[in-house]
């Protein structure tokens, strides 16, 4: 009888530390977000929808078309393209529009780890109009990632930016981007 109760409280103990051991959560730190967070609009998909669509207009009469982004339009696109994944690379994903950059905050989540990520990107100018990526920086939790995976990130945004957004400026050739005090500005011309 003493034998059975000890077994008992032994498998109880047991799977209690299994169950602790589960809902921990490693947090291996990392950077730190590179300014409060940001406010995204209640319906992140139709303020980006909102203005490409009125640029657009604007453009089908001046033939020039001219877009200014907020970090609040990008942060919620952005979240909402996580959001419908299944295992998001990011979550509380951030943008940052600062001094020629953009900055991406979020956490990664892999397993029991838990790290902070700051992407540093720079937007490219390409001469046949398009926009591409540079990621100038990436730190994945407390240390920096390598160039193979700077590499990839940079390919996967030029991708991601050509495929969501890109089709909105379809016909258009643009012609200047510029980033600064939490705004993106895309200046262009019909071809």
Not at 4 to 30: K, N, P, Y
Not at 127 to 145: H, M, Q, R, T, Y
Not at 182 to 191: D, H, N, S, T, Y
Request: net charge neutral; proline share 7%; aromatic share 6%.
């Amino acid at each position: 009888m003493q034998l059975t109760r000890a077994r008992l409280a032994l498998t109880i103990v047991a799977v209690f530390l299994a169950l602790a051991g589960i809902a921990c959560q490693i947090d291996v730190g990392g950077p730190q977000p590179p300014a409060p967070p940001i406010a995204t609009p209640s319906s992140p998909a139709d303020s980006m929808t909102a203005a490409w669509q009125s640029a657009l207009t604007a453009a089908a009469t001046t033939h020039r078309l001219m877009i200014v982004l907020n970090e609040g339009q990008l942060t919620g696109f952005l979240t909402s393209r996580l959001e419908k994944q299944t295992n998001p690379v990011l979550s509380d994903a951030q943008v940052f529009l600062r001094q020629g950059q953009m900055r991406i905050f979020g956490v990664a989540q892999q397993g029991p780890f838990r790290a902070n990520v700051l992407v540093t990107i720079a937007p490219v100018l390409k001469p046949d109009g398009s926009i591409g990526f540079e990621v100038a920086s990436a730190d994945l939790g407390p240390i920096p990632a390598p160039d193979s995976v700077r590499e990839s990130l940079s390919a996967m945004l030029t991708e991601a930016f050509t495929g969501a957004i890109g089709s909105f400026a379809t016909g258009f050739r643009i012609q200047s981007l510029a980033i600064a005090n939490g705004e993106l500005a895309i200046v262009g011309e019909l071809r």
